[in-house]
């Protein structure tokens, strides 16, 4: 998937796992997950680490795309800059080790409204929260 410079894009963050009482008395597990939406500004080339390192075929040409990309609160996410090191493109990540994915298209509620740890889903990109 390749981002424009400008183009506005939605990202999901995992924040830390935590334990709540829900109304009946029974002790949880809950993920808190925010959506955010992040412009991108700055798209580059950067090289296949992982296939390099697979095929042992050394260093080649950059070919692969990266991002970095700002939030409405102004913290930059980076994507792949440093080189991709998997088979797909990685997650998002902050210089303070938060972690994000991109946000499906589909509804948050079916993607986590059914876990079985729960998780309180906020959607920073509208007014909803569910």
Same mark, same amino acid.
């Given at each position: 998937?390749?981002? @424009?410079? @400008? ?23 809950? =993920?808190?997950? !925010? %959506? %955010? ?17 697979? $095929? ?14 700002? /939030? ?7 994507? /792949?800059?440093? @080189?991709?090191?998997? /088979? ?6 902050? #210089?303070?080790?938060?972690? #994000?994915?991109?946000? $499906? ?10 876990? #079985? $740890?729960?998780?309180?889903? !906020? /959607?920073? =990109? =509208?007014?909803?929260? !569910?």
């Amino acid at each position: 998937m390749s981002f @424009g410079v @400008g183009s506005i894009e939605k990202i999901d963050e995992k924040g830390s796992p935590f334990g709540a009482t829900c109304q009946f008395g029974c002790a949880h597990t809950v =993920t808190p997950v !925010t %959506r %955010r939406s992040i412009t991108i500004v700055e798209a580059r080339k950067v090289r296949d680490l992982f296939s390099e390192g697979w $095929s042992n075929s050394g260093p080649r040409a950059a070919s692969l795309e990266a991002y970095r990309a700002v /939030d409405a609160d102004g913290t930059e996410w980076l994507r /792949d800059w440093e @080189g991709w090191t998997g /088979d797909r493109p990685g997650s998002w990540k902050t #210089a303070d080790g938060r972690r #994000a994915e991109s946000a $499906s298209v589909a509804d948050p509620g079916k993607i986590y409204g059914s876990k #079985a $740890s729960g998780y309180t889903f !906020t /959607d920073l =990109t =509208t007014t909803t929260e !569910t």
